[in-house]
């Protein structure tokens, strides 16, 4: 099945060392980008080397330190399931009635999730999910300072989320500064990472094929641009092991946005092709690593994929389109890969 005519129109722009990566070492397996880093985007390698062993807790994406105070998994768990709760109950709430979702993607999807699901949270909690705090970490860490030391501090109550809850029953300063911290470190990754989805989605294929199925878009979506491009693995004594090609001090970047695009695996590797997904099973396709390795997927996996479905239909049935004039979107190297700006506008 061939794609739109509008949409083959359009054409991706990676940030310059994302280009470079896709140009000079798509189809390889194990190669030297820094004198002690070793990238990896063959799919058999990369599996050994995530499953060699678990990720440390600097290695986490969501649950590093926080102000150098250790998360452990107990916890990370808790606020998991505190999260999926807050999640399945905005979910099951009446949507809101003549959502206007024009303007410029991610930023209108994540603005609508906010709302969505942490409508009801106090404005100092609330702010953290601005995408102007993603510039530095310097900010955010401002911000949640001052917010933290600001007098009327939030009480419990029963409109509030389960997570801004557990914000609302911490005592002093120190205590109130790290969990407007865990606040961020769960809630944003939901809402930004599912309104890049969606708006990476729109760009690749929209307009999409009647009866095309939404989780099959989305699918194909995090195919061409997975939100988590690399994964992370410090030097190690396993990875040698398992290839030689790995000097003992050599830090190990996985590469999904290169083996998701690898020929030797998917036909029309390019190509965004939903209808794929009709024989593949995402969760056993080899080479497909959206979520990170089966040994240990991403925490969130379950909350964002009902939610860009939601988000999504949402835009199906809305008489918008991607802006006609608009020909070429950026992917700036941020740490969630996605298109910048995405303009949907209503339909001519």
């Not at 946005?257 to 695996?265: G, I, S």
């Not at 049935?317 to 004039?325: M, P």
């Not at 070429?328 to 506008?345: A, C, H, S």
Request: net charge neutral; charged share 25%.
């Amino acid at each position: 099945m061939s794609l739109p005519s509008v949409s083959r129109a359009r054409a991706t722009e990676f940030a310059p060392r994302l280009a470079a990566l896709l140009r000079d070492h798509l189809g390889q397996d194990v190669f030297r980008l820094e004198p002690d880093t070793v990238g990896v985007a063959g799919p058999e390698v990369a599996d050994r080397i995530l499953a060699a062993r678990r990720a440390t807790e600097t290695e986490r994406p969501t649950f590093k330190p926080l102000h150098g105070r250790s998360i452990s998994k107990t916890e990370a768990s808790t606020v998991t399931r505190t999260v999926g709760h807050d999640v399945r109950a905005a979910l099951a709430r009446p949507l809101p009635e003549d959502v206007d979702l024009s303007g410029s993607w991610p930023l209108t999807g994540h603005l609508f999730l906010r709302d969505l699901i942490l409508g009801g949270d106090p404005y100092r909690l609330r702010m953290l999910m601005s995408r102007n705090l993603e510039l530095t970490p310097k900010l955010t860490w401002s911000v949640i300072a001052v917010g933290a030391a600001l007098p009327g501090w939030p009480r419990p109550a029963p409109h509030l989320t389960g997570l801004a809850a557990r914000a609302a029953a911490a005592v002093g300063y120190q205590n109130r500064r790290y969990t407007m911290g865990i606040y961020r470190r769960a809630a944003a990754p939901v809402c930004f990472t599912v309104s890049t989805l969606v708006a990476n989605a729109l760009w690749l294929g929209h307009p999409f094929e009647d009866g095309m199925p939404n989780r099959h878009i989305i699918h194909e979506s995090l195919r061409l641009l997975p939100p988590s491009w690399n994964t992370l693995r410090n030097a190690s004594p396993e990875y040698p092991a398992i290839d030689s090609r790995i000097g003992e001090g050599d830090d190990v970047l996985v590469l999904p946005l290169l083996f998701h695009r690898d020929p030797a695996l998917w036909d029309d590797p390019e190509g965004f092709r939903p209808e794929r997904w009709n024989d593949l099973d995402p969760d056993t396709a080899p080479g497909y690593l959206p979520f990170g390795h089966s040994s240990e997927r991403c925490w969130g996996r379950h909350m964002v994929m009902p939610l860009a479905e939601l988000l999504l239909d949402l835009v199906r049935k809305s008489g918008l389109e991607v802006d006609r004039d608009q020909r070429v979107g950026k992917v700036p190297l941020l740490g969630l890969l996605g298109v910048e700006d995405v303009r949907l506008t209503k339909c001519a």
